[in-house]
Structures are given as structure tokens and as C-alpha cells.
């Protein structure tokens, strides 16, 4: 059983930046899958960054590559979401997922999520 506890939302001015991060409480001896997903009322969640926490390997949808960076800390069970050039777009309920492999942005997959923390940006 793992938990995930997410800080770091608030609001921002479109062009600033914002760090998130998660904790994984629990059963963390094994190395996981961990990333972000977001979501928009009406919209389904969509996945924004992953990181396998053994090797490193990151992933990034289309929409976010080159503007947020993933990253973690082994020692601290924590990964950090740095989001810069944010966008009025980029506003949703940012939800940090764990799984013991790496499936893309599958939402289906991931069995562990945090309770999400909120993300806006206005123009």
C-alpha cells in the first residue's frame, strides 16, 4: 500500500512558474512508476509526466514538453513537477500517481493516486 500526499498548487499569472510536489508514504521499498495527471471539470484526467524513479527514464505529453520538468528524490520518496511558462490552459486539479511499472499515460493502469492539488493560472 502506498499513499501519496501532493503540495504545491496555487495560482500563478500566466508565464510564471510553479513547483509541485508528491510524497509516497507506505510500502516505498520498491521502486515505482511515479508521475502527474491533471484534470479540468468535464474533461477526463489526462496524464502530463512520468518518471521511472529506478532509472530516471521521463516521459511528457505534447502539451507540457519543454515547459515542466519531472524529477524525483529516491532518499525523499518524493517527485517534483517544475512548471514554467505556465498557460491559462495549464489550470486543473494536478493528481500525483504511483505504480510499481511504467504505463505511459494510461490512467487506467496507475492504482495509486493522491487527492490532487490545484493548479491555476490566469492571464
Known amino acids: 500500500q502506498v499513499n501519496l500526499v501532493e503540495s504545491g498548487g496555487g495560482s500563478v499569472q500566466a508565464g510564471g512558474s510553479l513547483r509541485l510536489s508528491c510524497v509516497a508514504f507506505?510500502?516505498?521499498?520498491?521502486?515505482?512508476?511515479m508521475g502527474w495527471f491533471r484534470q479540468t471539470p468535464g474533461k477526463e484526467r489526462e496524464g502530463v509526466a512520468i518518471?521511472?524513479?529506478?532509472?530516471?527514464?521521463?516521459s511528457y505529453a505534447a502539451s507540457v514538453k519543454g515547459r515542466f520538468t519531472i524529477s524525483r528524490d529516491n532518499a525523499k520518496n518524493t517527485v517534483y513537477l517544475q512548471m514554467s511558462s505556465l498557460k491559462p490552459e495549464d489550470t486543473a486539479n494536478y493528481y500525483c500517481?504511483?505504480?510499481?511499472?511504467?504505463?505511459?499515460?494510461?490512467?487506467?493502469?496507475?492504482?495509486?493516486w493522491g487527492q490532487g492539488t490545484q493548479v491555476s493560472v490566469f492571464s
Open positions: 500517481v504511483a505504480e510499481r511499472y511504467c504505463a505511459g499515460f494510461n490512467r487506467q493502469e496507475y492504482h495509486y
Open positions: 507506505g510500502n516505498t521499498r520498491s521502486r515505482y512508476c
Open positions: 518518471i521511472n524513479t529506478a532509472t530516471g527514464d521521463t
